[in-house]
């Protein structure tokens, strides 16, 4: 079964940088799609951004496009998944999830597109 562990959360000050981490292991063979989401207090896990397993199409959110990115490495038989946050506003306070999936990005935009999931870091932006 395929697990997943995030790692690099915290707390940074606006207009800080962070990257989170997200390590695979198990088998990822099949495995299409990776990607971050993001649970904001009180609302709903949406996807921030999204990228397949060769690492050439990824996708963002227009809340976080241009700030973040995505990124993975196959490097060494192990997969990681990055998410390089850059000028970071207290609206990117939440949990960050990796999760990852069958269908690709162009069609994997809810949860139930992803069958498996991180444990969750916490980030927050605050002064």
């Known amino acids: 079964q395929l697990q997943l562990v995030e790692s690099g959360g915290g707390l940074v000050q606006p207009g800080e940088s962070l990257e989170l981490r997200c390590t695979a292991s198990?088998?990822?063979?099949?495995?299409?799609?990776l990607a971050w989401f993001r649970q904001a207090p009180g609302k709903e896990r949406e996807r921030i951004a999204c990228?397949?397993?060769?690492?050439?199409?990824?996708?963002?959110d227009d809340s976080v496009k241009a700030r973040f990115t995505i990124s993975i490495s196959n490097a060494n038989a192990k997969t990681t998944l990055y998410l390089q946050m850059i000028k970071m506003e207290p609206e990117d306070t939440g949990v960050y999830y990796c999760?990852?999936?069958?269908?690709?990005?162009?069609?994997?935009?809810?949860?139930?597109?992803?069958?498996?999931w991180g444990q969750g870091t916490q980030v927050t932006v605050s002064s």
């Open positions: 198990g088998p990822t063979l099949g495995v299409y799609t």
């Open positions: 990228i397949n397993n060769s690492g050439i199409d990824s996708t963002y």
């Open positions: 999760a990852a999936g069958l269908v690709p990005c162009a069609h994997a935009t809810a949860r139930r597109d992803f069958g498996s």
